[in-house]
Antibody, heavy 127, light 111 residues
Framework: QITLKESGPTSVKPSQTLTLTCIFS??????????VGWIRQPPGKALEWLAL???????RYSPSLKSRLTITKDTSKNQVVLTMTNMDPVDTATYYC???????????????????WGQGTLVTVSS | QTVVTQEPSLTVSPGGTVTLTCASS?????????ANWFQQKPGQAPRALIY???NKHSWTPARFSGSLLGGKAALTLSGVQPEDEADYYC???????????FGTGTKVTVL
């Protein structure tokens, strides 16, 4: 059974750096084709893709936020960390991590698949 | 900047059928965009419904189906139930699956 859970501060001040941790179980981030993504959702607004880290440590970032984001993994601890610098009130959102994969059990490429999500953590940016 | 557009809201009667669409600002959506669909109810995390345009997860009710329709990805709900009232989001992958972009979301009301 795959589970993910986000943790981190519930509030940060403008200009500070946000660090969020995703702790997962039920899969290994050393398995080919597997990744962990971060997605956010401002209150009452749509989902926004932030970043993705693959099993081979390859990383992908949203172009609009790339300069502010860093994603890393610790495979031995089953953890993925997202840092976002220079936080602003518009970054107030619920932040989710999610399980990603792109191969089926036969090794067939299926494109990007997001199936399991964490419960999300609300981060408020305010002075 | 790539924009993925969905209908803001749709209303459907119980037992009816409704189709949601997902359009890309870059042009026609094809199978190579590997469309995913998610359902989100208030206060909950999104739940995955469809991947790779047409494939259902093991937990996806049979009344949900994915397709390509007129250059867009589509999600059809057939035999709508009251519990299907929710927000629905599509996710398209660009650059051969390297970058994800979520749609603007559709609020489905069952009335």
């Amino acid at each position: 059974q795959i589970t993910l859970k986000e943790s981190g501060p519930t509030s940060v001040k403008p200009s500070q750096t946000l660090t969020l941790t995703c702790i997962f179980s039920g899969f290994s981030l050393s398995t080919s084709g597997v990744g962990v993504g971060w997605i956010r959702q401002p209150p009452g607004k749509a989902l926004e893709w932030l970043a993705l880290i693959y099993w081979n440590d390859d990383k992908r970032y949203s172009p609009s936020l790339k300069s502010r984001l860093t994603i890393t993994k610790d495979t031995s601890k089953n953890q993925v960390v997202l840092t976002m610098t220079n936080m602003d009130p518009v970054d107030t959102a619920t932040y989710y991590c999610a399980h990603y994969y792109h191969y089926d059990s036969s090794g067939y490429y299926l494109g990007g698949i997001i199936d399991y999500w964490g419960q999300g953590t609300l981060v408020t940016v305010s002075s | 900047q790539t924009v993925v557009t969905q209908e803001p809201s749709l209303t459907v009667s119980p037992g009816g059928t409704v189709t949601l669409t997902c359009a890309s600002s870059t042009g026609a959506v094809t199978s190579g965009y590997y469309a995913n669909w998610f359902q989100q109810k208030p206060g909950q995390a999104p739940r995955a419904l469809i991947y790779s345009t047409t494939n259902k997860h093991s937990w996806t009710p049979a009344r949900f189906s994915g397709s390509l329709l007129g250059g867009k990805a589509a999600l059809t709900l057939s035999g709508v139930q009251p519990e299907d009232e929710a927000d629905y989001y599509c996710l398209l992958f660009y650059g051969n699956g390297q970058l994800g972009v979520f749609g603007t979301g559709t609020k489905v009301t069952v009335l």
